[in-house]
């Protein structure tokens, strides 16, 4: 089989997957009684949803996201355990809700540019807040741009992400 026909079978798997995702969240808003389309898209090889408000001013799926993104995750997790009992294969999907991820995202790397700012300036590492998986990989991402090293250290709740000159 080409690289051609391997990219064709993995991109065919990752949007079968994000139809039986958007299938599983469609039930759950309407359980919910909430309103919202699901946006799905294949991004660095991964399924990506994002449920969306169908009014920019309805803020009733906020809810969804909850506080620090914990439903969200929780969310997530259900979702991928939804497509894998479907599938028979482990879920890397992302699912973001009325944009909390997104806007998380510009944050952590604002929060990961000034770190690297420092440990450039000082040449000292730089241990960041305790973050959740999505959050360090984020951090790790914008670390690797700026041409240093990260590690993730600790143990779950408290494990955090300490960046160095490489």
């Keep these: 089989m080409s690289q051609t026909d391997e990219t064709k079978d993995a991109t065919s798997r990752l949007e079968e997957e ?6 599983y969240l469609e039930e759950l808003l309407d359980i919910a009684d909430l309103d919202g389309d699901i946006d799905i898209d294949v991004d660095h090889g991964r399924a990506a949803l994002e449920i969306v408000a169908d009014d920019p001013a309805d803020r009733s799926l906020h809810r969804l996201a909850g506080r620090d993104g914990e439903v969200l995750d929780a969310l997530q997790e259900l979702t991928r355990l939804a497509v894998q009992t479907k599938t028979g294969e482990r879920s890397r999907l992302m ?26 300036a000082s040449g000292e590492p730089v241990a960041l807040d305790p973050m959740n998986p999505f959050e360090r990989k984020v951090v790790h991402d914008t670390v690797a741009e700026a041409g240093l090293v990260s590690d993730s250290e600790g143990v779950e709740p ?9």
């Design 18 to 23: 994000g139809e039986i995702a958007a299938d």
């Design 95 to 120: 699912l973001d809700v009325a944009g909390y991820r997104a806007q998380r995202r510009a944050q952590l790397t604002e929060v990961a540019r000034e770190a690297i700012a420092r440990v450039q």
């Design 158 to 166: 408290q494990r955090h992400v300490v960046i160095r000159n490489a």
